[in-house]
C-alpha cells in the first residue's frame, strides 16, 4: 500500500530530507508503508552527487544544499511539484535502471493528460519537450527544453527523493545554476507552455498515472 501525502506550503530542505530518510528506514524495517509527497519548497540549489562547482553560477543566489541523491546540479521553488518517492524496491525487483525508467514513464503519463508530449534523451537526465516555435540549435537539432527532474537515492533498496514537475516556477531562477550539468537546452514549464495547469490538477495527473506504471 502506497501512502499518499500532499504538504501546504514551503516546506524547509533540510526538514524534507530528515523525514525522507527517516521514512525510508521505517519502509525498510517494515514499520510503515510506501510514500508519494508532493510537496513545494522556497527556492534553493541543490547539489547532486554528480555536481560540477562550475555549474553552480550564482552562489549567493539562493541557499545551496549539498544532496546524497543522484545527478548535479537542480533548481527547488515555488510553483514546482516535488514528488518524493519512498518505494520499496525490495518489493519491486531490486533493478534500478528499470525504476529509473517507470519514473520516466510516470511523468511522461501524467504529461499526456495535458496533451503534452515528454521525450526521454541518451544522456540527458530528466524528461524534455520539443519546442517548434524555438529557433533551430546551431547544428540544426529542433530546440528542447527540460520540464521534469529525475534524482533518486536508495538505502537499504528503498528509495527517497525522486522528480520535479515544473508547473508554473519562475523560470529565471534556474539561471543561477547549470540546470543537470547541461548548457545547450533550455528549461520550460506547464504554464510556460501555455497550459493554465495547477499543482492540483497536476497532483491528480501524477497520481493517477502512478497506477498506470507501478504495480501497487
Known amino acids: 500500500m502506497v501512502e499518499w501525502i500532499t504538504s501546504d506550503g514551503l516546506v524547509p530542505y533540510s526538514d524534507a530530507v530528515a523525514f525522507m530518510e527517516a521514512r525510508a528506514e521505517a519502509i525498510a524495517a517494515g514499520t510503515a508503508d510506501e510514500a508519494i509527497w508532493l510537496i513545494e519548497h522556497p527556492p534553493l540549489y541543490t547539489a547532486g552527487t554528480s555536481a560540477s562547482i562550475e555549474d553552480l553560477r550564482d552562489p549567493d543566489r539562493f541557499p545551496v544544499f549539498v544532496s546524497k541523491r543522484g545527478g548535479q546540479y537542480t533548481y527547488h ?38 496533451n503534452v508530449t515528454g521525450h526521454i534523451r541518451d544522456g540527458r537526465v530528466g524528461v524534455w519537450v520539443e519546442r517548434p516555435d524555438r529557433a533551430p540549435l546551431p ?3 529542433m530546440a528542447e527544453d527540460k520540464i521534469a527532474a ?11 527523493h525522486g522528480i520535479s514537475v515544473n508547473v508554473e516556477p519562475d523560470l529565471d531562477h534556474f539561471s543561477g545554476i547549470v540546470p543537470c ?10 504554464v510556460d507552455l501555455g497550459l493554465p495547469v495547477t499543482l492540483t490538477d497536476v497532483d491528480v495527473a501524477l497520481r493517477r498515472a502512478f497506477y498506470e506504471v507501478f504495480a501497487d
Open 150 to 160: 529525475i534524482g533518486i537515492r536508495l538505502r537499504r533498496w528503498v528509495s527517497f
Open 181 to 190: 550539468g547541461i548548457s545547450d537546452y533550455g528549461v520550460t514549464s506547464l
Open 139 to 141: 547544428d540544426g537539432r
Open 77 to 114: 521553488g515555488p510553483g514546482q511539484r516535488v514528488v518524493y518517492v519512498m518505494l520499496d524496491l525490495n518489493k519491486r525487483g531490486r533493478d534500478i535502471r528499470a525504476f529509473v525508467q517507470q519514473l520516466e514513464a510516470w511523468v511522461i503519463a501524467a504529461l499526456a493528460e495535458f
